[in-house]
């Protein structure tokens, strides 16, 4: 197996055990400092879109500069001072900021990052690549939530508040955020092209390519529609927690999200390294949409675990597939075409969560959820469809 595809995955590894361990909580954090459902919905709709609209600027100047390492290392670093802002202050714009902030370091290291992994990695062996990052990723991030049960079971029983058990969580995720940036300093570099040809070619010849190639353009329009349906996962803590579910149960189930996501994530795939790969993508896109659709029924322990499970196969099954099913239509520019997909998964999520928010609070969280159900299953039998 590469030693950078090692490295890269003990970096996602330890840097999803500090993100996973707070971020079931996010939402209703936000809820205690005095926001609402819309601003909640504002708030992690620019996070998430930052997240990916940055994707396609840090894979445009790493293709250009032919450098993936060093945006690599700036994007966790930021991502690791903005657990630092979470932790210092309790004012909603400044905690928005560190949110924020986190979120575009995710989104300046994202695509270097799954270009070093495309190119460390013989061209047969994309699939299971990415499928074992995923994993390492995942891997992590059950490891974290878990910690975050082990505290919140055996360390918090003294009555504290909500806020007040968040707060300490935050203090411990900036650890293993540290960690991961360390491992980053030993990842060798991969170039693959020069700069005058990147830019030539991403802006030219790159535009050419995208416009006569059906399958990719398929993509990336019914992928846009997808994202439409991606709200904010923290609508479905909110959902939980207004249904009085215990902090301990939703981390529980979450934590059932994660398992599943890492059972799924690497047999998916090697399996889509043999089979097409618009398959696995379409059927996650519909595993989603039942999901979503079965949300509004969330009463119980049991109920959540079945959403956040089947939450789970439908990230395992799709995510790391898109990755390599991209990456398939460029022999150069991963980086920028990966980055492209990224900027518009992005903007439509930056609406997804803004509109998610305003029919919540208008028409309430059923609705919400069922208008989600519904774009995702057109696009997932879309996909199956009308991409080759």
């Known amino acids: 197996m590469s ?41 992690e709709g620019i996070a998430e879109g930052l997240a990916y609209i940055l994707r396609i600027f840090s894979g445009f100047i790493s293709d250009y500069l032919q450098k993936r390492k060093n945006l690599t290392i700036v994007g966790y670093s930021l991502s690791a001072l903005g657990k630092v802002f979470l932790y210092v202050f309790e004012l909603i714009f400044l905690v928005s900021f560190g949110r924020w902030l986190d979120r575009i370091g995710k989104g300046i290291r994202n695509a270097p990052r799954d270009a070093l992994i495309s190119e460390s990695v013989p061209s047969e062996q994309k699939g299971r690549a990415f499928g074992f990052h995923r994993f390492m990723d995942t891997l992590g991030a059950a490891l974290g939530v878990l910690l975050s049960f082990f505290v919140l079971v055996f360390y918090f029983n003294d009555g504290s508040t909500s806020k007040e058990i968040i707060k300490f969580l935050i203090l411990l995720s900036i650890i293993p955020a540290v960690i991961g940036v360390i491992f980053l300093f030993f990842v060798q570099e991969t170039p693959t092209t020069t700069k005058k040809e990147s830019v030539k070619e991403f802006f030219l010849q790159g535009y050419w390519e995208i416009k006569q190639n059906k399958n990719l353009q398929a993509f990336f329009v019914l992928n846009f529609l997808f994202a439409l349906s991606n709200s904010s996962d923290q609508f479905i803590f909110l959902k939980a927690s207004d249904e009085k579910l215990k902090l301990q149960d939703i981390v529980l189930s979450y ?11 690497y047999p998916a795939g090697k399996l889509s390294d043999k089979i097409p790969r618009k398959i696995l993508i379409g059927i996650g896109y519909i595993i989603y ?9 969330i009463d119980n322990l049991a109920s959540l675990l079945m959403i956040f499970s089947l939450y789970g196969i439908y990230k395992g099954v799709s995510e790391g597939v898109e990755k390599a099913f991209l990456t398939d239509y460029s022999l150069k520019y991963k980086a920028s075409i990966l980055g492209l997909q990224s900027t518009l998964y992005g903007i439509a999520m930056i609406l997804a969560s803004s509109i998610g928010g305003w029919i919540w609070y208008n028409f309430g969280s059923t609705t919400m959820f069922y208008f989600d159900a519904a774009l995702a299953f057109i696009a997932g039998i879309s996909i199956l469809i009308f991409i080759k």
């Open 3 to 43: 030693s950078n595809l090692l490295k890269l995955s003990f970096t996602s590894f330890f840097t999803d055990i500090s993100s996973e361990m707070i971020y079931p909580f996010l939402g209703i954090y936000f809820a205690t400092i005095g926001a609402t459902p819309v601003l909640i919905g504002i708030i």
């Open 289 to 297: 949409a039942l999901t979503y659709f079965l949300i509004p029924n």
């Open 255 to 265: 934590f059932f999200y994660n398992i599943t996501y890492v059972i799924f994530s």
